[in-house]
């Protein structure tokens, strides 16, 4: 079974700085997707980023960029340039390419982000 | 519309009542997800569907819970004899195709007391 490890409960970060949030991932899957979502206190969900398995390019969204290591099966996300309003829990998601398409989700990083 | 939308945003039920949420997907999403986000904050896949059909519901505690996405209806989710464990916010979200990204609706906070 698929499983997804967010190992970092709670991360600060002082403003205008860069933190990287840190996600591990187990699949024998070779066609997959992941993502990271945003989850403000309103607990409404943001997609930041994706990325798809069979691209070896990093994904980037503006200030947010990810290092997508397939063989050691990592995901982590680059805030850079940070900024009060992305305070949030972070949740990184995992989902097969075919089969069911269920997302699989990791416990959540804490962002705090100190002015 | 261009959001899900989920009504109602909450919803407070005592021990034993019966609870329904609903899901209105973005127009034109063919798939629609429920899943469960207890107070831990861990999330629970519980059911999909591809229009009106269930497509996966391996996580449907089958016992209370039940699921429906009907022609020209909002899907609905269906908890029978709510329990003290149910209450936790639940996500309903769209996509389009099963490749693409999944939506998110606002969620529906349910608490049973």
């Known amino acids: 079974a698929q499983t997804v490890t967010q190992s970092q409960p709670e991360m600060s970060v002082q403003e205008a700085e860069t933190v990287t949030l840190s996600c591990t991932y187990d699949?024998?899957?070779?066609?997959?997707?992941l993502f990271w979502y945003k989850q403000p206190p309103s607990r409404q969900m943001i997609l930041v980023i994706r990325q798809e398995a069979y691209k070896q390019q990093n994904a980037t969204e503006n200030r947010f960029s990810v290092n997508f290591q397939k063989a050691a099966k990592s995901f982590s996300l680059k805030i850079s340039d940070s900024q009060l309003g992305d305070a949030a829990m972070y949740f990184c998601?995992?989902?097969?390419?075919?089969?069911?398409?269920?997302?699989?989700f990791g416990t959540g990083t804490r962002l705090k982000v100190l002015a | 519309g261009e959001e899900v939308a989920q009504t109602p945003k909450h919803l407070v039920r005592g021990e034993g009542q019966k609870a329904k949420l609903y899901c209105a997907p973005i127009?034109?999403?063919?798939?629609v997800f429920w899943y469960q986000q207890v107070l831990k904050n861990e999330f629970k896949f519980l059911i999909s569907?591809?229009?009106?059909?269930?497509?996966?519901e391996t996580g449907m505690p089958k016992e209370r819970f039940s699921a429906k996405c009907l022609p020209n209806s909002p899907c609905s989710l269906e908890i029978q004899a709510t329990k003290l464990e149910d209450s936790a916010v639940y996500f309903c979200?769209?996509?389009?195709?099963?490749?693409?990204?999944?939506?998110f609706g606002p969620g529906t906070r349910l608490l049973v007391l």
């Open positions: 699949t024998s899957e070779s066609d997959y997707y």
């Open positions: 979200a769209s996509s389009q195709h099963t490749r693409e990204t999944q939506y």
């Open positions: 127009k034109g999403h063919s798939y």
């Open positions: 569907f591809q229009n009106e059909n269930v497509f996966d």
């Open positions: 998601a995992y989902r097969r390419g075919g089969g069911t398409y269920k997302y699989i």
